[in-house]
């Protein structure tokens, strides 16, 4: 968005001892208010723009944030203590000062400002502009939900703010939902989002009124309003605009598969060998295997460069989980994970000698290949998109909340779509078998830390978290050394049912409320 600057001159001509008043009644040059810049489509459209970046900006921080403090990953890197802050996160050990929480919560809040400013002052005189509100109001929802479930009772600011309104206190919750609701219902009923042409239409990045919908039924779902949930899941599946992509499974996720008939919503990165590093990006560093662990890099099995440092590794509570829903050789864990001696049969070992942080297991998933990073960039570009939702979590959630509104054929058929995809045979929808399959086909997707504190199940799952960690030879032997953390400092703790407010929040804000326990 751009920041509006304003430009004073004043010229005072002191000639004469007698001055008159009209002399300083000077037309202000450069000066341009928000109505007025907001009186065209293009600035209300780079306004929105500006809403798409801010999210991209945030994604090292979120991504982070939601999968380093699940059960599925491991901080990793190359021994104990190569990245502090990850292994704060994935411990249970950090504090209100942490910088990923910071940074995730000034993004939520910096979406909700350019939203404000959007619906502010664009006013609907034509399409483009209640598109731009429309889609401003879906951001905003959506970084709500996000700071309802995880931080419980952020301020509500739905406009503005004047410095006297700068000390604001505590959202309450049943306001907070409310308005998220009221934000997704009115972009959904305006009919100005857009929609997807047909069901393999990949030219539409935008928000569209079926991911509003979906965002719709994950706050009624987590909030219990199980009926409303299952009702507005219905709209999307029924929209026949989505479906579960049938090519092999990791292709879901590959740089040559953006916007495939599953994506609800991807962050789009343009491609573009004059202007590589407009997309410099370290989360795919920070992701990709351990490179200098091995004798020779990934770049024969990958076709990647030489850099990867490791973080965010698969444990192997994951890996199990795997093995005894769909075998050793399941058709689905095998394009989600890869043994060392699996990719020691592609032709890549460790150099001996070395080790590095790991449960013997790599993210073949999410893994990075070359034709994403662009060699012009020297390893610093990332072209690929980030996904945000896809069709696969809207049939899981939507067979939640048919399971829990009664409607259990419905919860049935949703389930078993995404197992008859993974080559699984059929069963009855429970709790148990949706949230075992959620975890599966959705592992590193940002959703299993929220499902885990929704359900109740954080506490058991995540209570040693932070006591061992894997350590792997290059000979693929796995020990499990102690972190040092004190007894009873580690783990998953009741106060872990929300994050703090950032430490800076409350030094600015004397009226938040600190989170118990914090």
């Known amino acids: 968005m751009k920041k509006l600057i304003n430009y004073i001159i004043i010229a005072l001509l002191l000639s004469t001892v007698v001055s008159c008043e009209d002399q300083l009644d000077i037309e202000q040059k450069g000066a341009v208010s928000f109505e007025e810049f907001y009186n065209s489509d293009e600035s209300a459209k780079e306004a929105v723009t500006s809403i798409y970046l801010e999210l991209r900006l945030m994604q090292y921080n979120y991504k982070f944030l939601k999968n380093i403090c699940s059960d599925d990953m491991w901080a990793g890197g190359a021994d104990r203590g190569d990245n502090p802050d990850l292994e704060k996160m994935n411990e249970y050990t950090f504090s209100a000062e942490h910088s990923f929480l910071s940074g995730c919560f000034q993004s939520y809040y910096s979406i909700i400002y350019d939203a404000n400013i959007v619906l502010t002052y664009t006013k609907p005189e034509s399409d483009i502009k209640k598109q731009m509100i429309a889609e401003a109001k879906v951001f905003r929802a959506w970084a709500y939900i996000d700071l309802i479930s995880m931080w419980g009772t952020p301020p509500l600011v739905d406009h503005p703010l004047q410095p006297s309104e700068y000390q604001m206190s505590n959202g309450d919750p049943v306001e907070l939902w409310a308005f998220v609701e009221s934000n997704l219902n009115e972009a959904i009923e305006s009919g100005s989002l857009t929609e997807k042409s047909n069901v393999d239409d990949k030219s539409n990045y935008r928000v569209t009124k079926q991911f509003a919908q979906a965002l719709l039924g994950k706050a009624y779902l987590f909030q219990g309003k199980y009926a409303e949930s299952s009702s507005a899941f219905e709209k999307v599946i029924g929209s026949g605009l989505y479906a579960l992509y049938q090519g092999d499974y990791d292709k879901i996720f590959s740089f040559d598969n953006k916007n495939n008939c599953e994506s609800l919503f991807e962050l789009n990165r343009v491609s573009d060998e004059n202007s590589v590093m407009n997309n410099f ?238």
């Open 281 to 518: 990006d370290f989360y795919h560093l920070m992701i990709g295997w351990r490179t200098d662990r091995f004798t020779e890099t990934p770049v024969t099995l990958l076709g990647m460069a030489s850099l990867g440092w490791g973080f965010c590794v698969p444990q192997k509570g994951l890996y199990n989980a795997f093995v005894q829903e769909e075998g050793a050789d399941g058709y689905r864990l095998n394009f989600t994970l890869k043994t060392y001696q699996q990719i020691q049969d592609m032709g890549v070992s460790m150099d001996g000698g070395t080790s590095m942080i790991s449960d013997g297991l790599f993210n073949w998933k999410n893994r990075v290949t070359s034709e994403e990073v662009p060699a012009t960039s020297g390893g610093f570009a990332w072209d690929a998109n980030f996904r945000i939702m896809r069709y696969a979590e809207v049939l899981l959630l939507a067979a939640e909340a048919n399971l829990q509104s009664g409607n259990q054929s419905k919860a049935d058929e949703y389930l078993n779509m995404i197992r008859t995809r993974a080559h699984l045979t059929s069963e009855t929808a429970t709790m148990d078998n949706i949230k075992k399959e959620k975890r599966l086909e959705l592992c590193f997707e940002d959703v299993r830390y929220q499902d885990l504190i929704r359900w109740g199940d954080a506490p058991t799952v995540l209570a040693n978290q932070g006591e061992t960690y894997p350590n792997m030879s290059a000979n693929g032997v796995v020990t499990y050394k102690s972190t040092g953390n004190t007894a009873g400092k580690y783990g998953f703790q009741d106060r872990n049912n929300l994050f703090p407010f950032p430490s800076t929040e409350i030094q600015l804000n004397s009226n938040i409320v600190q989170n118990p326990g914090w």
